[in-house]
T-cell receptor, first 115, second 114 residues
């Protein structure tokens, strides 16, 4: 399976600022996704990052708050904009090939604390 | 919307005990995957089951896919502290707009005490 390098691994940010999280995959991957996770809980899908076009957002998540880029098949970024303490969470990127029943592989996660 | 209910949410057991985690849905899935996540890391795939009634074994872990492909179970025999982690089931299904997608269950936090 592919390896995803995600950075930063953690950050403490002031409210009102923005943070950009980067994910680099060591091989080309068809689909990339961004998730949010509270510690010890399941994953909530934020959006599907589409190469060369706008991301597809899930209900409750909007582009102005979570702009996503995917310039090629190995790289994606998620920005958490105008942060508030409610944005404190773990953010994970994931890659997966389009075939049926393929494995999802994940970055190490970014633990974000907004103060 | 396809939902996966996972139970129990939290399990604390002694080393050597057996346990079973369940993943249930009213929807049919093309596959069912199980992941384990340790603190500070992303989830890692343990197994994929694709055929109704399929059983797969991975050392002390036994995975089963229900006959109707709506549910799955993970059984751990003689649990060890190294089994501690968050276990996530994920059902594969087709989304008309996005292709083959995964829906994750709510997760089971397992703690195995020495």
């Amino acid at each position: 399976s592919a390896v995803i390098s995600q950075k930063p691994s953690r950050d403490i940010c002031q409210r009102g600022t923005s943070l950009t999280i980067q994910c680099q995959v060591d091989s080309q991957v068809t689909m990339m996704f961004w998730y949010r996770q509270q510690p010890g809980q399941s994953l909530t899908l934020i959006a599907t990052a589409n190469q060369g076009s706008e991301a597809t957002y899930e209900s409750g998540f909007v582009i102005d708050k979570f702009p996503i880029s995917r310039p090629n098949l190995t790289f994606s970024t998620l920005t958490v904009s105008n942060m508030s303490p409610e944005d404190s969470s773990i953010y994970l990127c994931s890659g997966r090939d389009r075939g049926l029943n393929t494995e999802a592989f994940f970055g190490q996660g970014t633990r974000l604390t907004v103060v | 919307t396809q939902l996966l209910e996972q139970s129990p949410q939290f399990l604390s057991i002694q080393e050597g005990e057996n346990l079973t985690v369940y993943c249930n849905s009213s929807s049919v899935f093309s596959s069912l995957q199980w992941y384990r996540q340790e603190p500070g890391e992303g989830p890692v795939l343990l197994v994929t089951v694709v055929t109704g009634g399929e059983v797969k074994k991975l050392k002390r872990l036994t995975f089963q896919f229900g006959d109707a492909r709506k549910d799955s179970s993970l059984h751990i025999t003689a649990a060890q502290p190294g089994d501690t982690g968050l276990y996530l089931c994920a059902g594969g299904h087709m989304n008309n707009n996005a292709g083959n997608m995964l829906t994750f269950g709510g997760g089971t936090r397992l703690m195995v005490k020495p």
